[in-house]
Nanobody
């Protein structure tokens, strides 16, 4: 299996936007889940957004609803996370996960990227 590769992280001021990309050949065109997670020091890894690639259904953590959007481009084997109205508390290492299954929710991801850092500060 090909490991997902994230890109698009960086530093932005509060209220700004970033778009993260996750290249994951062999997953975006299949019926499985892909997702974005984030982690900050001292806290558990948090699921941010998920997409069911078989139909495009999406799911979001309450903390990002209305601000983040997950989408897919099967032709490019890529999943995106558009992040708008960024807040300092969004600062984290963001990871892309692939190969998840639907069992009431997207879960049990079997491959992970190495992460891309997002920093939101003034």
């Amino acid at each position: 299996q090909v490991q997902p590769v994230e890109s698009g992280g960086g530093s932005v001021q509060p209220g700004g936007s970033l778009r993260l990309s996750c290249a994951a050949s062999g997953y975006t065109g299949s019926s499985n889940c892909m997702g974005w997670f984030r982690q900050v020091p001292g806290k558990e890894r948090e699921g941010v957004a998920h997409i069911w690639t078989g139909g495009g259904r999406t799911y979001y953590a309450a903390s990002v609803k209305g601000r983040f959007t997950i989408s897919q481009d099967n032709a490019k084997n890529t999943v995106y996370l558009q992040m708008n109205s960024l807040k300092p508390e969004d600062t984290a290492m963001y990871y892309c996960a692939a190969g998840g299954v639907w069992i009431g929710a997207c879960q049990r991801y079997n491959t992970w990227g190495q992460g891309t850092q997002v920093t939101v500060s003034s």
